[in-house]
């Protein structure tokens, strides 16, 4: 964000209580007279709707508008959210991955149509000999969740991970029927695209963002983490332990998707080292 950081005081407000929060969350950066409503509603995330913190950039015809940065990069308001605050995005991770599966097809090197296991064989076992990368990143592949029980430990070894996947019997023949691969979609077509060029999915994103100029990572390296923003654990109710043996069928799909292993869905491990 090439654009100075320089103090924005609060737009007034008709409410006292909201004046009062917008003076004790700190927003810096530029916004153009003309997109003052931005800033205002930018503000008002803080304000009104129990925003932590966060940044918003507006480009229009090649021009930054708006450039914003405001609230906090910690629950306990410790640390001012930064130009350089990197954040999660969880989900939005799956078209990144699917544009790197992508770029292999423009180059020729794989097809939509081509069996998974032509570029990996131990995926083609299991019922899941048809899937094709077409049905991998259309979450039509069968694999939803990992049928073998995991431990957090294995969620940090990327082998480990991509060996149970394979090793899944299928949930549904492939291509028959659409369900969210909600996490293992990461492992899946990084494999796929890991198996096609050699390379990690990290190591193909860091040269596509490098060329870029773009902050984005896939496993955020140890000199780096200092910049993160910890997400917030804080779901609507309590979550009880998953207790797999009173579950089957769809319901066992769905549980394991979400939490084999464990902190699959961030739960127990989120903001930790390994898991950033």
């Given amino acids: 964000m090439g654009a100075p950081h320089v103090p924005i005081p609060p737009a007034p407000r008709p409410w006292a209580a909201a004046r009062l929060l917008l003076m004790k969350t700190p927003i810096s950066g530029r916004c153009a007279p003309a997109f003052a409503a931005v800033r205002e509603a930018f503000a008002g995330n803080f304000a009104e709707r129990g925003e932590v913190g966060g940044a918003v950039c507006v480009i229009v015809d090649a021009d930054v508008v708006v450039d914003l940065v405001g609230g906090w990069a910690d629950e306990t308001g410790q640390r001012p959210w930064q130009p350089d605050t990197l954040v999660n995005f969880y989900s939005v991770g799956k078209a990144i991955v699917a544009l790197l599966a992508l770029q292999l097809v423009d180059a020729g090197l794989i097809g939509l149509d081509d069996p998974i296991a032509s570029v990996w064989p131990e995926f083609g076992t299991g019922g899941k000999e048809t899937a094709t990368l077409r049905h991998a990143l259309c979450h039509r592949a069968g694999v939803p969740a990992i049928r073998e029980r995991l431990t957090n430990d294995d969620l940090w070894t990327w082998d480990r991970m991509t060996a149970a996947l394979a090793a899944t019997e299928a949930w549904w023949e492939p291509g028959t029927r659409h369900t969210y691969h909600t996490n293992t979609y990461g492992h899946l077509v990084g494999e796929i695209v890991r198996r096609t060029t050699g390379d990690m999915p990290g ?26 923003a910890d997400v917030i654990w804080a779901p609507a109710g309590p979550l009880d332990e998953v207790n797999f043996a009173d579950l089957s069928g769809e319901a066992l799909m769905v549980a394991l998707g979400y939490f084999n292993p464990p902190g699959y869905s961030s739960r127990g491990v989120v903001n930790s080292a390994e898991w950033r």
């Fill in 203 to 228: 190591a193909r994103l860091r040269a596509l963002a490098g060329r870029l100029g773009a902050d984005l990572w896939y496993g955020v390296p140890e000199q780096q983490q200092h910049r993160c």
